[in-house]
């Protein structure tokens, strides 16, 4: 069997007040004429003045600033207006850095991408379709769960399809995990992304794809999430706990839950981290630690909407389902290469009427 080479973030700085050293530990040796510059890609709840960082960020003249409008989760036709700004520049950027959740830290990532590769961000969903190397690129999570700081793919949604550009390119050059930068998540929001690393770990942990390092990597975020969770908050220990879980998924492989949620998320427009919600807490005959995950949602307060009460049609609950099934890779590493045979469309069906 080939195994995998797998690519990781080259350089992280973890801990509070991270920030304050993004000009001298990464910036500034590449920084250096006046025509070098730097692209922004920062969450537009950072707009405001009340929760600016400019004041915090090293930004120069030249620097551009794009708030990403988070409403919406990706989409290719977004990314492409913002770099057809940045490729209308005379230079290309030195250094993209994104500064929010994973919606936002995938922006950075394709605009460092399609710098340097021609065409519209569509053109490279998939796996392993990028021919140059990304701009250099500096991850800072603002929200925590998704492990987008330490993957190797950029989700987006264009025209048909929800898929990301799965390549090495897509791998943060650098990471800065600042917990301070999480404290004004919303409780709800803030719930929704951590249990999204919480499903990535039970997923790689149950799956048939995984090897020794990210069995370590998730059996050790999953310990860290459930401190968190039962026992005490700790921002850095959650910030550790969705690199590991991000590193464990993207070097194994998602299982049931994410399949479900993609069907959600493109018929309904669920965001991914309340997608992941709806569909994990139906997925007990599966995963034992839905039992958990439903005491979290107890000592939480956390009222998941019912999607059965959204007024959804038959049509709509057969076109999840067959968007929750073109997930192969998954499927077969939740239930092997029989997969067809056991997680038959009538199941998937049976499964969405009961979130
Ligand atoms: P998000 O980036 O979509 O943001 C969710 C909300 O939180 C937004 O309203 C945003 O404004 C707000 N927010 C962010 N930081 C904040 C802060 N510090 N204070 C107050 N509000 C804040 O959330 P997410 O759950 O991190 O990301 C979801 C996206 O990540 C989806 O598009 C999903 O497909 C993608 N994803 C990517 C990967 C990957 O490996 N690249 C993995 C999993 C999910
Ligand atoms: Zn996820």
Known sequence: MKLR???????????????????????????ISDTDY?????????????NSLIDRLPIRNNDTIFYIDTTDEPHADYINKLIDIVRA?????????????????????AISILCTNEGKAEDYQGWNLVKNKAIFKVGIPTIS???????????????IKKLGINSDQSVFDQVIMDPNLLETVPKDQFFYTAMDCFVHNVESLR?????????????????MMKDVFFNKMDLEKLMVSSAMGGTAVANSNVGICHP?????????GLHHGIAICIAFNQ?????????????????????????????????????????????????????????????????????????
């Open 38 to 50: 730097v692209v922004y890609c920062i969450d537009h709840f950072f707009e405001s003045s009340e």
């Open 283 to 355: 997925l007990e005959e599966y995963y034992p630690e839905v039992k958990d995950f439903k005491e979290y949602l107890i000592k939480y307060d956390i009222k998941l909407p019912k999607i059965n009460e959204m007024g959804v049609s038959e049509k709509q609950i057969e076109k999840m389902a067959d968007a929750t099934l073109l997930n192969e890779k998954p499927l077969e590493n939740a239930f092997g290469p029989n997969w067809k045979n056991i997680f038959t469309k009538d199941k998937v069906i049976e499964l969405i009427k009961k979130m």
């Open 207 to 223: 799956g048939s794809q995984n090897d020794s390092l990210t069995i370590a990597f998730a059996e050790k975020s999953l310990e």
């Open 5 to 31: 080479n797998c690519k990781q973030v080259t350089n992280y700085i973890l801990g509070k007040n991270s920030l304050e050293q993004l000009w001298e530990d990464v910036l500034e040796d590449k920084i």
């Open 145 to 159: 769960g998704t492990g987008a700081e330490f993957t190797r793919t950029c989700v987006m949604t264009s025209k």
């Open 260 to 268: 479900l949620s993609y069907g959600l998320s493109l018929v309904l």
């Open 89 to 109: 520049n005379k230079t290309l950027p030195s250094v993209v850095v994104g500064i929010g959740g994973g919606s936002t830290m995938d922006f950075a990532k």
